[in-house]
């Protein structure tokens, strides 16, 4: 429920602080205002890697909870070229890879990402349905992993240039983990988690009207670069 004085100590200090410093706490609430909008206007996806242990799955059980598990789906990049892939997108806003291996972003379709968040026009067909259903490459991507992804480039460093955000898990895990510590949290701090993610969907379409984009440290850039190297 929106209560507009609650806060979200406990999801600030332990989980997001916790395994991630300023700059990326604040890319990443960016992110998750766009994710809450359900619009992708910066055509970027997230990747959240670096310690296991750290508090990514739990942060994107999280975000399922705020956006809403209706509005979700999980994404396989294995299956992106199949013929009724794209049909189970339709109504959805949020797509999700979480622990994926480390090759995820090297199958021969993982490609399709770029067009999944970039704005392309894409066609779904349904099984044993007639015709195709038009579907608008629009969706909010986040993905998190263990280790560092490798990237099927076929000549094209430029358009995942301009797609990827990655935030690196780089602080020691806690050293006692919390059972269904998101469960916790949306339970005790859900309406402040909501003020949270509303405070940097302000943040991100500021930066979209300065500068078209969302505003990126140098070492959120180097990320990227490195990766793509």
């Given amino acids: 429920a929106f209560d507009k004085e609650a806060e979200c ?24 205002g766009l994710a809450l909008l359900g619009d992708n206007a910066p055509q970027r996806f997230l990747i959240l890697d670096g310690q296991a242990g750290g508090g ?38 949020l797509l999700i890879g979480s622990d994926v291996s480390g090759r995820f972003l090297t199958h021969k379709y993982a490609h ?23 579907i608008k490459g629009n969706f909010n991507i986040i993905i998190s992993c263990n280790t560092r992804l490798k990237v099927l480039l076929e000549d094209d460093i430029g358009a995942w240039k301009r797609r990827l955000l990655i935030v690196r898990y780089v602080k020691p895990p806690p050293k006692k983990p919390i059972p269904d510590f998101d469960v916790q949290l949306v339970e005790k701090e859900g309406s402040g988690i909501l003020n949270w993610a509303l ?9 979209i009207d300065e500068s078209g984009n969302l505003r990126l440290s140098q ?6 670069d490195a990766l793509l190297a």
């Fill in 9 to 32: 100590p406990r999801f600030l200090k332990e989980l997001i602080k916790g395994g991630v410093g300023d700059e990326d706490t604040i890319l990443i609430q960016k992110w998750m």
């Fill in 56 to 93: 990514k799955s739990t942060l994107i059980r999280i975000i399922r909870e705020i956006v809403g598990s209706q509005n979700v789906y999980q994404l396989r990049t294995q299956h992106l070229g199949d013929r009724f892939e794209l049909f189970r997108y339709i109504g959805k806003t």
């Fill in 112 to 134: 399709v990402i770029k067009s999944l968040v970039g704005g392309d026009p894409l066609s779904g067909e349904g099984k044993n349905k007639n015709g195709c259903f038009d």
């Fill in 199 to 207: 405070e940097g969907l302000q943040k991100a379409l500021a930066d």
């Fill in 219 to 224: 070492e959120q850039e180097r990320r990227v």
